[in-house]
């Protein structure tokens, strides 16, 4: 079964570092999505994207966040200046029209 | 926006025994609701949903009743074993907006 595949697993890095973290979503799919976890809470919407463009962001996606699919397959979240408070498990997901959402393992970011 | 309350936040019952977990949604909008399992360090995976122009749904040992006038769905688990423990999520989503709203989630746990 095709799975949404994202990478790196892990990353650390130090408050107001960038980080780019990688996504590749199912090569049918047409909606991409963004979500993240803190630990021990609930999933929370970050941005979904279709079209090549930004369908709908929540309040947490704000300017230091951006998205993009820089080609056919990668789909990636980039953090431009990390805080303490951006630590958190950021999941990539993927759907092909009124299906169901598939969601990668994610990527656990720790900014120390 | 649509909000989604979930509970109880932890359930914990004897193997072979049901589970029954709960959520409210606030947008009467919303027509489609998934629930997650989500086992610990590991992504969400989809184990059944409903859409709003039906009103129960049976997969094997899980079922999901939705109640449109209330606005509330319910997750089923019966004859529980071991390996159902996990926390489980429900979701939401309105036609048009095509993002989840995540409840608060539920640990369940299953005594042998």
């Known amino acids: 079964e095709p799975e949404v595949t994202q990478t790196p697993s892990h990353q650390v890095t130090q408050m107001g570092q960038e980080v780019i973290l990688r996504c590749v979503p199912i090569s049918n799919h047409l909606y991409f999505y963004w979500y993240r976890q803190i630990l021990g809470q609930k999933v929370e919407f970050l941005v979904s994207?279709?079209?090549?463009?930004?369908?709908?962001k929540s309040e947490i996606f704000d300017d230091q966040f951006s998205v993009e699919r820089p080609d056919g397959s990668n789909f990636t979240l980039k953090i431009r200046s990390t805080k303490l408070e951006d630590s958190a498990m950021y999941f990539c997901?993927?759907?092909?029209?009124?299906?169901?959402?598939?969601f990668g393992n994610g990527t656990r970011l720790t900014v120390t | 926006g649509e909000n989604v309350e979930q509970h109880p936040s932890t359930l914990s019952v004897q193997e072979g025994d049901s589970a029954v977990i709960k959520c409210t949604y606030s947008d009467s909008a919303s027509n489609y609701f998934p629930w997650y399992k989500q086992e610990l360090g590991k992504r969400p995976q989809l184990i059944i949903d409903i859409r709003s122009n039906v009103g129960e749904k049976k997969d094997q040992r899980i079922a999901v009743t939705l109640n449109k006038t209330a606005k509330h769905f319910s997750l089923h688990i019966t004859e529980t074993q071991p390996e159902d423990s996990a926390v489980y999520f429900c979701a939401a989503s309105v036609p048009g907006r095509r993002a989840l709203t995540f409840g608060s989630g539920t640990r369940l746990q299953v005594q042998p």
């Open positions: 997901a993927s759907k092909i029209g009124e299906g169901p959402l598939h």
């Open positions: 994207f279709y079209n090549n463009e930004i369908s709908e």
